[in-house]
């Protein structure tokens, strides 16, 4: 089973950007869809993003169109997301997830192969 690290959380000003990072381990990465989902204080765990195993596929929650970008190196096990133009509401814990079935990243309550342990964004006004 794959294992899931992010990284790259952190305090931010209000339009400013940060990369996340999910590595995994395993040598089948390329098999997995990859999500990820952001939990707001006091909120349920929302999925954000999502790739498919090749990473010809991409989904976003409307929220954050045209502001993230979701990406995948297969060749170093790593799922990526870019977060630009920031707002206080991008504030939560962001997790990573992986399934082989990639439509149940996009479903909602489905218990997913694998998790983070989660990494915090903060985004001041």
């Known amino acids: 089973q794959v294992q899931l690290a992010e990284s790259g959380g952190g305090l931010v000003q209000a339009g400013g950007s940060l990369r996340l990072s999910c590595a995994a381990s395993g040598r089948t990465f390329s098999i997995y869809a990859m999500g990820w989902f952001r939990q707001a204080p006091g909120k349920e765990r929302q999925l954000v993003a999502a790739?498919?195993?090749?990473?010809?596929?991409?989904y976003y929650v409307d929220s954050v169109k045209g502001r993230f970008t979701i990406s995948r190196d297969n060749a170093k096990n790593t799922v990526y997301l870019q977060m630009n133009s920031l707002k206080p509401d991008d504030t939560g814990v962001y997790y990573c997830?992986?399934?082989?079935?990639?439509?149940?990243?996009?479903?909602?309550?489905?218990?997913?192969?694998?998790w983070g342990q989660g990494t915090l964004v903060s985004v001041s006004s």
């Open positions: 790739i498919s195993g090749s990473g010809g596929n991409t």
């Open positions: 997830a992986a399934d082989r079935v990639g439509t149940n990243i996009l479903r909602l309550g489905a218990d997913l192969e694998a």
